[in-house]
């Protein structure tokens, strides 16, 4: 049987400045791991604030972030009534 994926040696060169990452990293306060899909989500963090100010919930995230010992952010939303549907 016959190969479909072929390789080919390229070399790229780059002919403006590329940002690749600020090497900031995100506690798991700060992202959602949503095992069935396999994927992280990261939030608007001044959206999911606004959001949480309308539910009337602000404090409690405060406290969340500060000295919780709750896992992660998706374990408090769950806490707090917020389904993935929401988010």
């Not at 396999?38 to 959206?47: A, C, G, I, N, Q």
Request: hydrophobic share 35%; charged share 25%; net charge positive.
């Amino acid at each position: 049987m016959k190969d479909y994926l072929k390789t080919y040696p390229i070399r790229i060169t780059a002919l403006a400045p590329i940002y690749i990452g600020g090497g900031v990293s995100l506690s798991k306060k700060e992202y959602i791991y949503d095992a069935g899909l396999h994927k992280v989500l990261v939030p608007d963090t001044f959206r999911m604030v606004q959001g949480l100010q309308k539910k009337g919930i602000l404090n409690r995230y405060m406290d969340f972030m500060q000295k919780s010992d709750i896992d992660g952010l998706d374990q408090f939303l769950g806490q707090c009534n917020i389904r993935q549907d929401d988010y």
